[in-house]
């Protein structure tokens, strides 16, 4: 992989020029398209879709990104909303009107997988609820589809994201523990990751005890939605059914907004629903296996456009999982503090969400245009590098407290030459270890290519019952780069900071 990360710079940078830093903006067609993402994650989708229309705008959203994530299978399953039967032909149906618009996209990125392919991968989970549903003689196409994604020779993880109940998933795990050894589950179950929005049968509270080693995203729940206002995957949209978003901009996620930037009569947009409660409730599940340079899929608590958590263990379950929570006597936990749309700190869980949405919207609407514009009528999101690195992973440096550290973001480029801005800040919630707090940074030139990075103190002042002396600190910087394109389009790169003395 990290020899392709030269490779697709070097795609996108040529015949840029200075452009990019701030000369004319110039829209003409590119040598090429954009390359296809070299980091993509394997994702197995468990879907609900039919009870109400947000799976559906979901499943939109996801195959405009089908180029950047590898979709390794998309199962019809039931779940506490749909009971007795599942709805596979809803799933055809958006994948065949993708078909028909996948040329275009072809128009302005590399890697999209044809819609036959995609056909090939829809599957169905037994038309029972929850539990009812697994055991000897339930194997399903879904629970087999699962088996053999994961058994796949891929040293990637296999994401499986529940946008409804889990018991294909609990079906393939009973079959692995039933005909395989010890030794040989463990390492089954080592190639999953789980991101469920919430339970929504009663499959997932077996699974995460019966499979204490899963890697386990989720927010346990009852199963008749009176958790869900809790819920950090409410910070997509839920601000104002939910009554949960103090804060946030709600409007990205109107139906008016939706109606102008998403919804339309053509192929894929038409499957865009009006939304019943809230818009693409099941979206967190997979927006942070998108490659934007912001999140890093196995690090759930250094946060992005899927949300952060922490590991711990709620009351209930079994075992320490990846979900929401705080040590008040630490003060450290799930919630990020974000300047609210009102120019106030606000706290929640949803804002590790909602601060993100102008961003993951305005990408979403540059790729619905994708689907029907040419290159010079759509946007395209620019390349943020640091210190000359492109690609998107996670750039480590050390810095010692009182010395500033340099980083440089000129080489970042936009593939349609609109001038870029920058943004530098730190991100003091994200990755820090159980008992430690983030090493506090100044910042000089946020706003410009260019920013000079000074430790101030190893670690931000703590609760009074800690006593413990910091000796080292680490924090996350973000860097935002920024199009002017229309609409405007944000890349992120992270810098993970030591500092010592």
């Known amino acids: 992989m990290t020899m392709l990360r030269p490779f697709l710079f070097a795609v996108i940078a040529a015949g840029l020029g200075a452009a990019s830093a701030g000369g004319a903006t110039v829209r003409d067609a590119p040598p090429t398209t954009v390359p296809q993402p070299p980091e993509r994650a394997r994702l197995f989708v468990l879907t609900d879709i039919g009870n109400e229309p947000d799976d559906q705008m979901s499943l939109v959203r996801l195959l405009l990104y089908a180029q950047a994530i590898d979709i390794e299978g998309l199962a019809a399953v039931t779940s506490t909303w749909l009971r007795t039967t599942t709805n596979a032909p809803t799933l055809r149906a958006i994948i ?113 005890r019966e499979f204490p080693e899963l890697f386990f995203i989720v927010t346990p729940s009852s199963q008749d939605s009176g958790d869900y206002a809790a819920a950090t995957w409410t910070g997509i949209s839920g601000d104002a059914f939910y009554r949960n978003g103090a804060g946030a901009d709600p409007g990205t996620v109107t139906n008016a907004w939706l109606d102008r930037h998403i919804r339309s009569d053509r192929p894929l947009a038409r499957h865009y629903l009006r939304y019943a409660y809230i818009m693409e409730g099941d979206t967190p599940a997979f927006l942070g296996l998108i490659p934007n340079g912001l999140n890093r899929q196995e690090q759930p608590d250094w946060g992005g456009w899927g949300g952060r958590y922490m590991l711990r263990r709620p009351a209930g379950e079994p075992r320490a999982i990846w979900t929401q929570g705080n040590d008040d006597t630490l003060r450290l936990g799930s919630r990020d503090t974000v ?26 609407a ?136």
Do not use: K
Request: aromatic share 8%.
């Open 96 to 208: 065949s009107d993708y078909g028909a618009v996948r040329p275009n996209l072809l128009r302005h990125a590399a890697g999209w997988p044809t819609a036959a392919a995609l056909l090939g991968r829809v599957v169905e989970g037994v038309p029972l609820y929850g539990m009812a549903g697994v055991g000897a003689g339930h194997a399903s196409a879904a629970s087999r589809a699962i088996i053999a994604a994961a058994d796949r020779p891929d040293p990637r993880p296999l994401w499986i994201s529940a946008w409804g109940g889990t018991n294909a998933l609990a079906q393939a795990l009973f079959d692995v523990r039933r005909t395989r050894s010890p030794t040989a589950l463990r390492t089954f179950v080592s190639r999953l990751r789980v991101y469920a929005i919430s339970d929504q049968d009663d499959s997932g509270a077996w699974i995460r």
């Open 366 to 501: 540059a790729r619905m245009a994708w689907t029907y514009a040419p290159w010079s009528g759509a946007n395209h999101a620019p390349l943020a590098a640091i210190d000359g690195d492109t690609g998107t992973a996670p750039v480590r440096r050390a810095a010692r407290l009182g010395e500033s550290l340099r980083l440089d973001a000129r080489a970042s480029v936009d593939p349609d030459r609109d001038r870029l801005r920058y943004h530098w800040y730190a991100y003091p919630e994200a990755g820090q270890p159980a008992g430690q707090r983030s090493a506090v940074v100044r910042i000089a030139g946020a706003d410009r290519a260019v920013a000079a990075i000074t430790p101030v103190r190893l670690c931000d002042t703590p609760w009074p019952t800690r006593t413990t002396p910091c000796e080292r600190g680490t924090v996350h910087l973000v860097l935002e780069v920024t199009d002017d394109g229309a609409p405007r389009l944000t890349s992120y790169r992270r810098v993970v900071l030591s500092v010592s003395r």
């Open 339 to 364: 300047i609210g749309r009102d120019g106030r700190p606000q706290v929640s869980d949803q804002a590790t969400i909602w601060r993100w949405r102008t961003a993951f919207q305005h990408d979403f």
